[in-house]
């Protein structure tokens, strides 16, 4: 059918696919009708229209992000591809361009692509380094409060562990953090105070009421093992607010009987990890001229066993650290589900890009249950071989019951930002 030629609501939607975990049924897909009526998902009523079977979501949450970065490519491309170019290549272009124009205009055309591929919740890391801080915050502030209604915005700051203090700048940034209502967030990697610099940073957010988000273990290096660090401090410190773990790479590298141990732990603290595989496929293993082993994608399955809330997220676009994507959650489901082998595994994977993200951020639970928001995705595709098989270019995004307009901007608009370099 052409979906473009939908009915306004009051509409019945009938003949959807839906996974099954949303209507805590065990089956992986189920054959629904749904009836949307004013911004609203009603019990029945409104005109009848049959789908055909086409695979209707909630809208996403997209808990790992960096939008300041977003899109700066063609003027800071990665000279080779690797972690360390990408570190220097971002370091060197923060410092001459990131104004407060050139985030403001690169990380709302970020919001405008994820917004028209139907996500409605974004955490975003900011780069932090002063004096970064105290640009990028208010403009974070400010799109958060252009965006209310259309993307619920959250931001973790970020800075590299060795830069943790209690008095100096960081913790300058952790007021900020707080006077925002963000979320404390920091790079861990293996130094000799690391334990120590932990438990600093637990009490910066502890004392001003604020959750964790961490980068761990972005690497392929088996021996580095912040990840456990940050669970067992974690404990040790009775730390009770959330706290995020993204990448942990390292665990596919480690030794399996230390890497289950670890997550144990992991468990045991009540961690939430994202995994970002998209990203870490692009970096990890990469070596000129050899052909990568490690796919760097973190213990999903493992992890799923254990009762560990496991999302998956877009990470970086368009910027050395990843020179692709563009924040639509389709692609990563899509991307995921090959590199993680979900598929032939249990039916309630669709939860890590839906409602795992949305409880690890605070946002409200994605539900399709009369009374919640007609914030929805809809796909023609009518199973999950046919929903993966292509990029749902033509699929619906209905916000408070309306099909939005699904154009993204062209990336010519910021070709003005990138003479500037």
């Known amino acids: ?107 709302a055309f970020g919001l405008r692509c994820a917004f028209a591929y139907g996500t409605s919740g974004i955490r975003t890391h900011l780069d932090s380094i002063p004096p970064q801080d105290d640009i990028s915050w208010p403009i974070f502030a400010e799109l958060r409060t252009d965006w209310a209604g259309r993307i619920d915005l959250q931001a973790a700051c970020l800075i590299g562990v060795d830069r943790m203090d209690l008095s100096g700048a960081f913790a300058h940034t952790a007021d900020l953090v707080a006077e925002h209502k963000g979320t404390l967030g920091m790079v861990t990697y293996p130094i000799a105070d690391l334990r120590d610099r932990l438990r600093g940073f637990f009490q910066l957010a502890a004392d001003r009421g604020l959750s964790a988000d961490f980068h761990a273990d972005e690497t392929m290096d088996p021996q580095a093992e912040t990840l456990r660090a940050i669970a067992e401090v974690a404990i040790e410190e009775r730390f009770d607010a959330p706290i995020v773990v993204g990448h942990c790479c390292s665990l596919s590298t480690q030794d399996e009987a230390r890497a289950m141990d670890t997550l144990d732990l992991v468990a045991k603290a009540g961690l939430h990890i994202v995994s970002l595989p998209m990203c870490n496929l692009y970096l990890q293993d990469r070596q000129s001229g050899r052909t990568p082993r490690g796919r760097g994608i973190t213990l999903v399955h493992e992890m799923k066993a254990r009762g560990i809330n496991v999302s998956f997220a877009s990470d970086n676009t368009r910027d050395p650290f990843y020179a692709y994507g563009d924040l639509d959650m389709i692609e990563v489901m899509r991307q995921a589900t090959r590199i993680g082998h979900l598929d032939h595994s249990d039916a309630d994977w669709s939860r890590a890009f839906l409602s795992n993200p949305a409880a690890a951020c605070g946002f409200a639970p994605p539900s399709l249950d009369p009374g919640a928001p007609a914030d929805l995705v809809i796909c023609k595709a009518r199973s999950w071989t046919e929903l993966f098989a292509r990029p749902q270019s033509d699929r619906v995004v209905l916000r408070a019951g309306q099909q939005i307009d699904r154009s993204v901007p062209d990336y010519s608009e910021l070709d003005h930002l990138m003479r500037t370099a």
């Open 1 to 107: 059918m052409d979906f473009t030629t939908l009915p306004r609501v009051p509409v019945r939607l009938e003949n959807v696919t839906v996974p099954g975990w949303l209507l805590d049924r065990s089956d992986d897909l189920v054959r629904i009708s749904i009836s949307l009526d004013g911004d609203r998902i009603v019990a029945e009523g409104g005109t009848p229209v049959d789908m055909g079977g086409a695979m209707l979501l909630p809208t996403f949450t997209d808990m790992h992000t960096h939008l300041d970065k977003g899109h700066i490519w063609d003027r800071a491309p990665n000279p080779d591809g690797s972690f360390q170019g990408a570190l220097e290549t971002v370091g060197t272009d923060r410092a001459a361009n990131w104004s407060a124009d050139d985030i403001r205009t690169r990380m």
